[in-house]
């Protein structure tokens, strides 16, 4: 059964990003000193004492909208309140009570829901008696808060999870999918298709996810977060401080998430940061599947999906090993695909050889090709295990570590996948230098 969840809502600026990551315990939100940066829900688990609970990160409500998807976060916020069990109005105790405020407010009461009135920025009971007297206007109890210092965060996280509902926790562990790719490729547009409802800012100007935006989707019974991540853009291009963060939140989600999903523009083709996005995940060590999306444009008559294939292998010639899906996000073209094709991703990273399949396999492989001499001396290899899973790793003992180069090593690779697949997932092989005594180490 699903968790509780607690909506934060509130005008640009008031620090609903710095809450929402003293709620999840991490930094998670880009933060930054000027508004509107937080355009999508972010969703991030909270705990506080027994109860666990999700909590949502929304948009700066703006009562006069100034920016072109200003009308789109608006509409994303209330979508946040509409599924949530509680809300959290975080308002702005230094410049006191404004009329966005009060229109919010009324946009609130329309849903029902229990709101608590945090003033934020209150650090000390000094503040309190400066900042509050605007705010008691509103008739309702305040809880006076700072969020980034947390004064007054545990009288809030006492009185918002005291009226939340008992559900049965999750205990299942969900797949965590990363969707990486160039600004523009499609990747909101994707999540929207996968969820079947618009849960993404989509439009087709370059950046509108500025952070990463999770989404739980289930599939078959089985449960998902789809991650959908800032654009990644050319260096010359992310001269904005709130640029570099997304940047970087998108390199941790990376590094977070058990498979990557790298989507491609069938429309402009392959380009060099598409290989430099792709190389992210590769150096990761991360399970991955390309996207070629909006397939729905591209003349088939003039290039087949074998063609794609070729081509995609041809620029990303390191992820030769992962499987290529050519789709349409707009109109779910083979979208059906995605879901069978991560569970195997997964299967295959956390497959363990055994030891004697393993041998036999490298009997079999030094009969086809030894390594060559090194140094005017035979390289034997004695002995393979797998170490790790993932990704899967494997250990080779030789007398000569040395001997065994680099092109070997990718032949190793090579004869591994023709025998066991571990398609979609990189594989690690190790070296380990031993005296030949005739013993298995």
Not at 129 to 151: H, I, K, Q, R, T
Not at 190 to 201: E, H, T
Not at 365 to 390: A, D, W
Request: proline share 4%.
């Amino acid at each position: 059964m699903r968790k509780s969840v607690v909506a934060i809502v509130g005008r640009p600026n008031v620090g609903k990003s710095t809450l929402f990551n003293r709620m999840i315990g991490r930094r998670s939100a880009v933060i930054d000193d000027f508004p509107g940066i937080t355009r999508d829900r972010l969703y991030g688990d909270a705990r506080w004492e027994d109860k666990s609970f999700l909590v949502v990160d929304t948009g700066g409500f703006q009562q006069e909208p100034d920016e072109e998807f200003s009308g789109e976060v608006r509409e994303q916020v209330f979508l946040a309140v509409e599924e949530a069990d509680a809300v959290i109005l975080l308002l702005d105790g230094e410049s006191g009570f404004l009329p966005p405020d009060s229109e919010l407010i009324e946009n609130l009461r329309k849903y029902g829901k229990q709101v608590f009135y945090a003033v934020n920025k209150v650090d000390g009971p000094k503040k309190e008696e400066n900042f509050l007297g605007d705010f008691y206007s509103l008739g309702a109890e305040l809880f006076p808060v700072s969020a980034l210092n947390g004064y007054g965060y545990e009288e809030l996280m006492d009185a918002v999870t005291s009226g939340l509902p008992d559900f049965e926790e999750e205990t299942s562990e969900h797949t965590r999918i990363a969707i990486v790719g160039r600004p523009n490729v499609g990747k909101s547009t994707l999540v929207n298709s996968l969820l079947s409802r618009d849960r993404m800012i989509v439009s087709s100007t370059p950046g509108t996810t500025r952070d990463a935006v999770d989404s739980v989707c289930s599939y078959y019974k089985k449960n998902y977060i789809l991650v959908d991540t800032a654009g990644i853009r050319r260096k010359g291009k992310m001269a904005q401080t709130v640029e570099r963060y997304s940047f970087m939140r998108t390199l941790r989600n990376i590094e977070d998430c058990d498979v990557a999903l790298i989507v491609l523009d069938a429309s402009e083709g392959i380009v060099e940061l598409d290989q430099k996005i792709a190389g992210f995940v590769h150096s990761a060590k991360k399970g991955a599947l390309i996207l070629y999306n909006k397939w729905d444009t591209v003349n088939k008559e003039a290039l087949s999906a074998d063609d794609v294939k070729e081509q995609v292998y041809e620029k990303l010639w390191f992820m030769r090993h992962v499987p290529v899906l050519t789709i349409s996000a707009m109109s779910k073209q083979r979208m059906t695909k995605i879901f069978p094709l991560v569970d195997r991703i997964i299967e295959e990273s956390s497959r363990r050889i055994s030891t004697h399949n393993l041998n036999t396999f490298l009997r079999k492989v030094l009969s086809m090709k030894e390594p060559p001499l090194y140094r005017g001396r035979r390289v034997k290899m004695y002995y393979i295990t797998q170490v790790k899973t993932t990704p899967p790793g494997f250990i080779i003992f030789t007398n000569q570590k040395d001997g065994i180069k680099d092109q070997y090593k990718k032949f190793l690779e090579h004869q591994l996948r023709k025998q066991f697949s571990f398609e979609g997932v990189p594989i690690d092989i190790y070296v380990r230098q031993r005296k030949n005594t005739g013993k298995r180490p």
